[in-house]
Antibody, heavy 127, light 111 residues
Framework: EVQLVESGGGLAKPGGSLRLSCVASGSGFSFRKDWMTWVRQGPGRGLEWVGRLKSSGSTDYAAPVKGRFTISRDESKNTVYLQMNSLRTEDTAVYYC???????????????????WGRGTKVFVSS | QSALTQPPSASGSPGQSVTISCTGTSTDIGRYNYVSWYQQLPGKAPKLMIYAVNKRPSGVPDRFSGSKSGNTASLTVSGLQAEDEADYYCSSYAGSVNILLFGGGTKVTVL
């Protein structure tokens, strides 16, 4: 079974940067088929889609982070990254790394259903 | 304000049923059959309970069911159990620009 472990969270000042990492382990994982998505949850708030990295390497981002956040991967390390620049106080959240779901019929739900999640890493942006 | 609208709370007694609504628009829930539901226990990561409107991943009890009508999706938990007390979030695919929208979450209390 695949496991995801995030790291890299911490305290940053407004305008600063942080890089989050998400390491995937376990059998069955491959960047060649698995799409990786970052979802965040602000304190006392709901879930928010941040961005996604397809197996092709293409990325998409939510409007609030577009131009500031970048998702990338290192296949040799089974790691996906979330580079966060120009941080704002509203970026304060727990950031989760998650993967799309292959159902029993073999259909892939890379964009809209996530069955494996990491435990999250906390990001706090404050002066 | 979340893109999809959920009631902030819902409750029911053990054994009863509770239904949570999730309202979107014709460009998300109304257009795509890609609604998912997640259960989140305090301090834990979300867990996928329903995908593609009404399908259950293996291991999810059949007490959980999903449906959709127009721009509104629903999650019903039948035969409520104490362990079902959690926050529930809906999500919907919204096309190539917005990609994925979440609801604000509904806290389910088992009385």
């Amino acid at each position: 079974e695949v496991q995801l472990v995030e790291s890299g969270g911490g305290l940053a000042k407004p305008g600063g940067s942080l890089r989050l990492s998400c390491v995937a382990s376990g059998s069955g994982f491959s960047f060649r088929k698995d799409w990786m998505t970052w979802v965040r949850q602000g304190p006392g708030r709901g879930l928010e889609w941040v961005g996604r990295l397809k197996s092709s390497g293409s990325t998409d981002y939510a409007a609030p982070v577009k131009g500031r956040f970048t998702i990338s991967r290192d296949e040799s390390k089974n790691t996906v990254y979330l580079q966060m620049n120009s941080l704002r106080t509203e970026d304060t959240a727990v950031y989760y790394c998650t993967m799309g779901y292959f159902d029993s019929a073999g259909s892939y739900h890379g964009d809209e259903a996530f069955d494996i999640w990491g435990r999250g890493t906390k990001v706090f942006v404050s002066s | 304000q979340s893109a999809l609208t959920q009631p902030p709370s819902a409750s029911g007694s053990p054994g009863q049923s509770v239904t949570i609504s999730c309202t979107g628009t014709s460009t998300d829930i109304g257009r795509y059959n890609y609604v998912s539901w997640y259960q989140q226990l305090p301090g834990k990561a979300p867990k996928l309970m329903i995908y593609a409107v009404n399908k259950r991943p293996s291991g999810v009890p059949d007490r959980f069911s999903g449906s959709k009508s127009g721009n509104t999706a629903s999650l019903t938990v039948s035969g409520l159990q104490a362990e079902d007390e959690a926050d529930y979030y809906c999500s919907s695919y919204a096309g190539s620009v917005n990609i994925l929208l979440f609801g604000g979450g509904t806290k389910v209390t088992v009385l």
